[in-house]
Nanobody, 118 residues
């Protein structure tokens, strides 16, 4: 399955953005889809994930209450709604997918830049 991430941009502190991750060449059925980000000079970090079949979600503590991961089965797309953005959220955001019982995310999208100005 190939992933296409989009929706990044330049916003101001307090603004919102919604990132999209669409699958092609297959579906997300039986996959876990996650969002990660990598800021300049920092390691890539996990943000959130969703189990496609069932919808269970997980979030890193720093985004709980501000970011929401969701899915649209018709569009075969996973979203990351980001509210109350802060400059420290500036990073390249990636979506990734792994089969449900695997530990490694094997499929990655190309990344989309999110820049939050103060």
């Amino acid at each position: 399955v190939q992933l296409q991430a989009c929706g990044g941009g330049l916003v101001q502190t307090g603004d919102s953005l919604r990132l999209s991750c669409t699958a092609s060449g297959g579906t997300f059925s039986n996959y876990v889809v996650g969002w990660f980000r990598q800021a300049p000079g920092r390691e890539r970090e996990f943000i959130a994930s969703i189990l496609w079949n069932g919808g269970r979600t997980y979030y890193t503590d720093s985004v709980k209450g501000r970011f929401t991961i969701s899915k649209d089965k018709v569009k075969n797309t996973v979203y990351l709604q980001m509210n109350s953005l802060e400059p420290e959220n500036t990073a390249v955001y990636y979506c990734a997918a792994k089969r449900r019982y695997e530990s490694v995310y094997a499929h990655w999208g190309q990344g989309t830049q999110v820049t939050v100005s103060s």
